[in-house]
Every structure is written in structure tokens, then in C-alpha cells.
């Protein structure tokens, strides 16, 4: 491991750290840097605030670079204003999910809330669910407000990006997977949790749309048992219910 001293806002390496931002994770805060570092993983770049007392536990972690750095670098870097005692930069998973492997895969298209998106990944961390897919127009795993809801349940849960709805289906049906639709109006065809074949692809639809109707008419669709007079649940609060669902049921 090799450390570094960056006390100046104007330092070149800094500078570097902050332009790979949106392919990176930036774990901040002391107990999500510790947690990451109990892990046995990679960290690019552990950034410690100077004036931080005592000693770091030995990581299980594979820091590459470890930074100490003035209070005002730290701001900088982590996007706050109160900066954080401890900083982790680590590089975002690679995972190509096996649907004919994989027992549940929760499709999350078009989820441009962050929250919902951390929502749903801290309930899929919960709840043991084996992967997720992020399809469409929606928030990047990496922002700082999925980080801060998620928290390392983003490094619990392997996960899969595709810029296109229609080429996660593809990919599901090629390899087996039978694919369902989430709605949360009955239609035809609605289809009980208990009568779910696996290994599946269950789509649930971003904030307002929903999934696309073409969707809705081309797979069979499940649904939470809701009040009529409600037209909606939040999507993370619909996928957390849906992961919760799914593995009572499948428990003996």
C-alpha cells in the first residue's frame, strides 16, 4: 500500500480522483469505511482525514493508496460540506448475470429516484435476493444519494446495468428465464406469487409511468394486494414487499 500526504484542493492527483467520479463508487462516512474495509475487497484510494485520532484497524481489504489529507481536500472530495473522517473509492463490479442460474432477478427499469434505487438494494441485500438488473433512463448505482441509501448492500448484491429494457428481456428469455411484469392495477392474466416459475425476471416500472404497456401486455403481470382508492406504492417500497413475498414463499 502506498501513502500519500494531499493537504491542497489544487492537487493533480485530486483532481484525477474527481474526474473518474461517475465510474467509480465513493463510500463516505467512518462506519461505511469501516464496513468496506472489513471486507476482502478492493480499494483504489482511501482518503483519511489528517486530524483523525487514533489508529485504522488492519483492513481485510486490499488498499492500493492510502491518502491523508487536510479537511478541506476531504470536502472536496466527498461532495459535503462537513467532510467525513474516512473516505473509500472503490471501482464499480463488473457482473454479467447468469438468468438460467440466477433463481430471482429483480429488473428495476427506468428507477430515476436514488433513494428508491438505495431503497432497493438494501432490501435486496435483506432479503437475499441473488441479483438485480437496472434498465432504461434511471439513476446511476453510483450516485452519492444511492450510496448514502444503500450503503455496502451495493457490494452485497451483484447487479447488471443494460441501457435497454428490451435487451434485458432478450437476455433473460434466451437463457430460460421466464420473465413477469409488476403492475399495480389488476389486468389480465394477473397472476398469484404462489404460481411464479423460476429461474425468473420479474420487471418492476420506474416513479409515475410504470413499465411500458407493450410490457404489461406480453408477460404475465403480478401485483400487491392493494387498496383501490391508492393508485400507486413507491417502487422501492412495491420491490421491497415483492423480495419479502418471494422468499417467504419459497421457504419450506
Same mark, same amino acid.
Given at each position: ?16 480522483? %474527481? #474526474? ?9 462516512? +467512518? @462506519?461505511? &469505511? !469501516? ?5 476482502? *475487497? ?89 441479483? %438485480? #438488473? ?9 450516485? +452519492? @444519494?444511492? &450510496? !448514502? ?5 451495493? *457490494? ?89 413475498? %418471494? ?6
Amino acid at each position: 500500500m502506498t501513502r500519500i500526504d494531499v493537504v491542497s484542493r489544487a492537487n493533480p492527483r485530486l483532481k484525477r480522483l %474527481l #474526474a473518474e467520479r461517475e465510474n467509480r463508487f465513493f463510500f463516505a462516512g +467512518d @462506519k461505511l &469505511v !469501516r464496513d468496506c474495509l472489513a471486507r476482502p *475487497l478492493r480499494v483504489e484510494t482511501l482518503l483519511v482525514r489528517s486530524d483523525l485520532e487514533g489508529a485504522l484497524p488492519a483492513p481485510r481489504a486490499d488498499v492500493r493508496e492510502e491518502w491523508r489529507v487536510s479537511p478541506e481536500v476531504m470536502a472536496k472530495a466527498a461532495g459535503m460540506q462537513s467532510p467525513p473522517t474516512l473516505l473509500a473509492v472503490l471501482d464499480i463490479p463488473e457482473t454479467r448475470i447468469d438468468f438460467s442460474r440466477c433463481r430471482l432477478t429483480v429488473a428495476l427499469v427506468g428507477v430515476q429516484d436514488p433513494g428508491n434505487l438505495g431503497t432497493a438494494f438494501r432490501c435486496a441485500s435483506a432479503f437475499a435476493v441473488p441479483a %438485480l #438488473a437496472l434498465a432504461g433512463d434511471g439513476a446511476r448505482p453510483n450516485h +452519492d @444519494k444511492v &450510496v !448514502r441509501a444503500a450503503q455496502t448492500a451495493l *457490494l452485497d448484491v451483484p447487479f447488471q446495468v443494460f441501457g435497454d429494457p428490451g435487451r434485458l428481456v432478450a437476455a433473460a428469455l434466451a437463457a430460460g428465464a421466464r420473465v413477469y411484469a409488476t403492475g399495480s392495477r389488476p389486468g389480465g392474466g394477473t397472476l398469484a406469487l404462489e404460481r411464479m416459475e423460476f429461474p425468473c425476471l420479474l420487471l418492476l416500472g420506474g416513479e409515475g409511468q410504470g413499465l411500458d404497456a407493450r410490457l404489461l401486455e406480453r408477460f404475465p403481470r403480478v401485483r400487491i394486494d392493494q387498496e383501490e382508492r391508492i393508485d400507486s406504492l413507491n417502487v422501492g417500497i412495491s420491490a421491497c414487499i415483492l423480495m419479502h413475498e %418471494l422468499r417467504r414463499l419459497q421457504r419450506p
